[in-house]
């Protein structure tokens, strides 16, 4: 049977547990997406002095979240999260691939979806294929009748904070002062995702280009922890 007949078969599940739970479950650190693995850049920008103490790795992550991924990523949970058809989801994913600035950047979105989508299939029984993590996560909220607010919210707060276990490890900061700067950037997160989820595609734009700079410079970068 075809994947769109399947889709057209598909029915959402109805909620049995607090959906916050399962967006918990999704987007903790314990998921098995590799998000730990990458740094979006951050790396190479700790490394020629762009981000070294809180403040700076505050304003860069704020920038981030505002101007760059963190704000299309949401965009594009959104569209998957409405898509009706697997020809508009298949699409969809082809646009969020072609949106990556480096091939570390297409890498980070193209390895977290596969491995969110394959286990999210496996534990919560969903007709899920490999898709970019956002598209992933959106088509999966929806199959899984999950809130949009909520899951947008917590799956860009779920960004912020990998980034900022990076900054702990990289910059480095105390831990202290990383929950700081994320604590700090909460509202901005909520008050992004709940824009978001109201734009549509051709609202994605980022000005964000430093961290695309430091994306591409990481791909050569002597020394490397992370993958991106």
């Known amino acids: 049977m075809a994947m769109g007949a399947r889709m057209a078969m598909i ?5 049995t547990i607090d959906p916050v739970l399962i967006l918990a ?3 903790a650190p314990t998921y098995p997406v590799g998000a730990y693995t990458y740094s ?12 070294q103490d809180a403040d700076s790795f505050r304003d860069w992550l704020s920038d981030v979240v505002e101007h760059g991924a963190g704000r299309n990523d949401v965009i594009l949970l959104t569209a998957a999260y409405e ?14 691939r072609a949106l990556a600035p480096s091939a570390e950047r297409l890498l980070e979105t193209d390895q977290q979806g596969a491995a969110f989508a394959q286990t999210t299939a496996t534990v919560f029984k969903q007709d899920l294929s490999a898709l970019t993590y956002p598209v992933a996560v959106g088509r999966a909220a929806s199959l899984q009748n999950l809130p949009l607010p909520e899951t947008a919210r917590l799956f860009l707060h779920a960004f912020a904070a990998n980034l900022t276990s990076a900054a702990i490890r990289l910059v480095p900061l105390g831990q202290t002062a990383g929950q700081q700067a994320l604590h700090d950037l909460a509202p901005l997160c909520q008050s992004v995702s709940d824009q978001a989820i109201t734009e549509p595609l051709d609202a994605i734009a980022a000005s964000a280009f430093a961290t695309d700079v430091a994306s591409m410079n990481h791909e050569t970068q002597y020394s490397r922890l992370f993958r991106s």
Do not use: C, K, N, Y
């Open 25 to 27: 479950q999704w987007l």
């Open 40 to 51: 979006h850049g951050l790396e190479w920008a700790v490394q020629t002095g762009m981000v």
């Open 11 to 15: 029915t959402r599940i109805p909620m």
């Open 83 to 96: 898509a009706t058809d697997e020809d508009s989801l298949q699409g969809l994913d082809e646009f969020a």
